[in-house]
């Protein structure tokens, strides 16, 4: 990737500020640069601070697809459970049930989501995550394009959301 996006992902990532949820909607702009940013948020599941692991997350959340697969369950093993879980709804959604134990755990959990705005429970996304995945659960639009269901931490309602991907805009 061109150094120019590698530092803007680190100037975005260093805007965020664990105590500040006006933050928290940062890596946003990450997910508007696109898919070139993919490979570097796989590499930044391994980063040791949990705010930029949050950023990949999130941003990957957003952004991945079968073929990064392979390299998101690595994120399974992130240190922070609500990484966790989000990486394994992102899997799931992805077609990849791997992370169906994490998930099941989060449903037992009394810690909140990391990073969420309103807070919300960990337990709460990972049911939310599990409704939202069942067999009625499409996996694409009706206009074919594949806005992941299980994004985190969205808080949009899904069913009124309509998501494009057109040239270099994301049109909600």
């Not at 697969?69 to 709804?89: F, Q, W, Y």
């Not at 990849?96 to 969420?116: K, R, T, Y």
């Not at 499409?138 to 040239?167: Q, S």
Request: aromatic residues 4%; contains cysteine; hydrophobic residues 45%.
């Amino acid at each position: 990737a061109p150094p120019a996006i590698e530092q803007q992902i680190e100037e975005i990532v260093a805007e965020i500020d664990p105590d500040d949820p006006s933050t928290y909607g940062a890596p946003e702009r990450i997910v508007s640069l696109g898919q070139p940013v993919v490979p570097i948020m796989l590499e930044l599941l391994a980063a040791p601070d949990l705010t930029t692991r949050y950023a990949a997350v999130y941003v990957l959340s957003r952004l991945a697809t079968e073929a990064d697969i392979p390299e998101l369950v690595k994120g399974l093993d992130d240190p922070d459970m609500s990484n966790r879980t989000t990486i394994a709804a992102t899997l799931l959604w992805l077609g990849d049930d791997s992370g169906l134990p994490i998930l099941q755990d989060a449903l037992q959990s009394d810690q909140m989501l990391a990073f969420s705005h309103p807070p919300e429970l960990l337990a709460d996304y990972a049911q939310r995550v599990l409704d939202e995945s069942g067999p009625e659960a499409p996996a694409v639009f009706p206009d074919g394009t594949g806005y992941g269901l299980l994004a985190a931490p969205a808080k949009l309602p899904l069913h009124d959301v309509k998501v494009t991907l057109a040239e270099c805009r994301i049109n909600i």
